[in-house]
């Protein structure tokens, strides 16, 4: 019986060394050596400032800015811990809303971004992505039609010609891996960044 449990011991701490930690620390190296920028977050500098990371979504505001999807992610109340409060593209506590296609709070607020939306391009059809929040809440790409879409504030708002900034979006826009998987998309905040730097040529 004791040699038994012996036994299991020193094979659950063996496990536990090699799966638990020789594991995770060898693949982290290897990760480290093979893609340093993806292993190190696929951090964005601008001037040398971390600005962000290309696999987390930031929220932009102003017209000069191209806008990416809406983000249900929340995070607590300060006044209040029993409740939340929104906080897009809070990468510390990221998800959907989870409400369904029967909740009245998330049709309120379809209709409502969709009217806002066609009020800024009246002349083209709203792409579901710039209504639609993703799982995570915080996707950092959008569909070349999104983009498209808001080109015209955009090139208003900067006082650039509509054709220059549908050049910079099809510039930022990433295809399919190995052209058969995923779809097309445009990492907004890569594409800002784009954005100023042609603007202050």
Known sequence: ?????????????????????????????????????QAAGSLIEKDGKVVGSALIGQEFKTDKYFHGRPSASTAPDPADSTKTVPAPYNAANSG?????????????????DVEKLKAENPSASVPVDLVTTSASGLDPDISPEAALFQVPRVAKARSMPEDKVRELVAENTAGRFGGLIGEPRVNVLALNLALDGAASK
């Open 96 to 112: 959907g809303s989870n409400l369904g296609p029967t909740s009245k709070a998330l049709s309120d607020r379809v209709k409502e």
């Open 1 to 37: 019986m004791l040699k038994e449990i012996r036994s299991a011991i020193l094979v659950l701490v063996a496990l536990t060394l090699i799966t638990g930690l020789a594991y995770p620390l060898a693949m982290t190296a290897i990760a480290g050596v093979i893609f340093p920028k």
